[in-house]
């Protein structure tokens, strides 16, 4: 069973940058087996679904965060970034990453991607 845990969240003034961290463990645990998606939830609303990176690395991101967010990943650590630049205090969310299993050469996509193995998420606060 994979596991995801959510690691980079914390306080950020606005304007700052943050880098999230997935990293996932259990059998098979390395990301190469698996596409991974970025939502975040603020109190009050609903969930929102930020990026995608495919097992070879191409991404896929929403409309309203191109130019900010930026997925990569590291297979090597088993691990999934969320660079996150000039945050404001809109972006004051839990982040969560998700996983699901996806054969080499095929890619996610925003909107139609399906999910099933989650992370508990890690709180980021935008505040001066």
């Known amino acids: 069973q994979l596991q995801l845990v959510e690691s980079g969240g914390g306080l950020v003034q606005p304007g700052g940058s943050l880098r999230l961290s997935c990293t996932a463990s259990g059998s098979p645990s390395t990301v190469v087996y698996y596409a991974i998606g970025w939502f975040r939830q603020a109190p009050g609303k609903e969930r929102e679904e930020l990026s995608c990176?495919?097992?070879?690395?191409?991404?896929d991101y929403h409309d309203s965060v191109k130019g900010r967010f930026t997925a990569s990943k590291d297979n090597a650590k088993n691990t999934v970034y969320l660079q996150i630049d000039s945050l404001n205090p809109e972006d004051t969310a839990v982040y969560y990453c998700?996983?699901?299993?996806?054969?080499?050469?095929?890619?996610?996509?925003?909107?139609?991607?399906?999910?099933?193995?989650w992370g508990p998420g890690t709180q980021v606060t935008v505040s001066s």
């Open positions: 990176i495919s097992p070879g690395g191409t991404t």
């Open positions: 998700a996983a699901t299993f996806m054969p080499l050469g095929r890619q996610c996509s925003v909107g139609e991607t399906q999910y099933n193995y």
